[in-house]
């Protein structure tokens, strides 16, 4: 029978740690594929890794699963951000790994610029490392654009060098080179994409640093310097409403390709970070269950993303599904006993979610707890009386 249901996998700590694939994420997909190797159910891969393009995810994890994966089923960090048109014509500094100025161009950026090639052509910025600064006065720069915003696609690799570029930027609105005269406020818009503070790899330590550790120095070091908040024009990425209702979309395309007919009614979010997979599907749950205005004032301080992009998103996705269940797994962020797996009544000590994340404990509390994404993927069909 055509399904009338959907997953949201997250992908690092629960089908993957790292490189690897873990076991229960074969088991998992064996049984959502049918002898053909074609999925029985659509599925959406949202992940919060950002620095690659979609093409090039979509390929890792064809040989994770070892399964057919287009680029259409997945949404990287940023993927929202081509919603935003109004800052498609702007010249803007791009930070981050990876492709950043393909991935901006791919989402419909026509004018970027990467720290780096800001850091060449303004040398005397970058002062902290010593090795790297001027050994004499470097000539006037000439002919470089104003910058017109900045977007923040991830981590970077040298933090010391992209916090004091993107301070200088916000400063200066966008002219490094001018004297400073009055701090502009507010200042030049800032996109930001992905929000983790932690994420889980290889290591034997519980986490890693994410861009949303990347983010609190940043928001720190600008109120430190100016006495301002810095403020985002954007925030996408897991777990903002605009990232869940992308793959809501998402979802109900690939049904229609596949011409099942049935509307999509629920979505079963699969993750293992409490802050973002668990809060972002609560969330997004609440969305669906009450008026836009209404969930946006219980769950984000602020959230100026929400108007212009979602209403474009509404308009082709007219039909909303009636809820999104958060399903919690213990094979990456978050680690539980496995006697009391199920009552998904467990609270995070510390609040490891952004600062414009107002902290609702129940959000962040599972609507089940399994052991692994093969039990996640056995309990959705249960409770949709599959087999």
Known sequence: QPPAFGFLFDVDGVLVRGSQALPAARRAFRRLADGSGRLRVPVVFLTNAGNCLRSAKAQELSQALELQVSPEQVILSHSPLRLFSQFHQKCMLVVGQGPVEENAQDLGFKRVVTTEALRKAYPLLDMVDQSRRPKQLPPPTTGFPTIEGVILFGEPVRWET????????????????????DIPYPHLPVLACNMDLLWMAEAKMPSRFGHGTFLLCLESIYKKVTGQELKYEALVGKPSTVTYQY?????????????????IRRLYAVGDNPMSDVYGANLYNNYLKSDQQKQLQ??????????????????????????????????????????????????????????????????????????????????????????
């Open 247 to 263: 793959a809501e979309y998402l979802i109900k395309e690939q049904a229609q390709k596949q011409g099942w007919n049935v509307p």
């Open 162 to 181: 992209s916090l004091q570029l993107i301070i200088d930027v916000l400063l200066s609105n966008g002219n490094p080179e001018a004297e400073l005269q």
């Open 298 to 387: 219980a769950g984000m301080k602020r959230s100026p993303q929400a108007a212009g992009p979602q209403s474009k998103l509404r308009e082709n996705c007219k039909d909303l599904v009636e809820s999104c269940e958060s399903i919690l797994v213990c094979t990456g962020v978050y680690r539980h006993n496995a006697a009391a797996a199920g009552t998904g009544q467990e609270r995070t000590a510390a609040f490891h979610g952004h600062r414009d994340c107002c902290w609702d404990p129940s959000l962040g509390q599972a609507s089940y707890i399994v052991p692994d994404v093969n039990d996640a993927v056995q309990l959705a069909f249960k409770k949709e009386g599959w087999s």
